[in-house]
């Protein structure tokens, strides 16, 4: 998978694909990731990317000119499966979507700054709006990591055992079942004889419960989709 991200600080990008299982993903060629800075789009010496927006009213407005002219020339170079806006108005992340994302070959993220984008170029040439919660960042950039994070680690291969991603909470609509690790008792603290049992089956089953009664107390909206 490839992914090109238009953003005006890419220096909010530092790092964030460059740990744990994004830079194993980007090692092993399984995508990549590269960073584009509108500015160099821009059509003035100031490098302008927004303009104050017709009709009045506070707040400026990426303008549609750098988009298009940013969007046209990538576009020579790739054809995108999805042309992807984060704004707060977008259809709300879930794991379904990131499901989706992760089959796709080419993908093209434009972060939003300031009141927002040109409503002509969402029109014109966004294919999907993305909104990774009912909370308005300063910018798209986080929310841009939060999507391709979550759909890059659902790319074949890029966990060594892939049943481990289909196992996370969200994958089949229910939240993981409590985890454990050595050692089996700290100050008192026991974990459940059931896990210690060594008996698979029960260990399946008491994880499938587990995992209903915690979707059912904390997400019950989960069992009702
Ligand atoms: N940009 C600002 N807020 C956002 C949000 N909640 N989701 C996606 N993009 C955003």
């Not at 590269?34 to 927004?50: E, F, G, M, P, Q």
Request: charged share 25%.
């Amino acid at each position: 998978m490839h992914i090109d991200i238009v953003t005006i600080h890419p220096g909010l990008f530092a790092g964030a694909f460059e740990h744990s299982i994004l830079k194993r993903a980007v090692q092993a060629n399984l995508v990549s990731i590269n960073l584009i800075n509108l500015r160099d789009y821009a059509t003035d010496k100031h490098r302008s990317v927004d303009d104050y927006q017709y009709g009045g009213g506070a707040g400026m407005v990426m303008m549609i000119e750098p988009l298009v002219l940013c969007l046209e020339d990538l576009q020579q170079k790739r054809k995108y499966d999805e042309v992807i806006y984060l704004t707060p108005d977008g259809e709300l992340f879930n794991q379904s979507m990131a499901n989706q994302l992760s089959l796709k070959s080419n993908l093209i993220l434009f972060c939003g700054h300031y009141k927002g984008i040109d409503e002509r170029f969402r029109q014109h040439f966004i294919t999907k709006e993305i909104s990774i919660g009912d909370y308005v960042l300063s910018g798209g950039e986080p929310a841009a990591v939060v999507v391709c994070d979550a759909a890059i680690r659902l790319i074949p291969g890029v966990i060594n055992d892939e049943t481990s991603a289909l196992s996370d909470s969200f994958q089949d609509d229910l939240i993981s079942p409590p985890v454990y690790s050595r050692p089996a008792d700290f100050r008192g603290m026991k974990v459940p004889d059931v896990l210690l049992s060594g008996h698979e089956q029960n260990i399946t089953a008491w994880r499938y419960e587990q995992a209903v009664n915690r979707t059912k107390k904390r997400r019950p909206d989960l069992l009702n989709s």
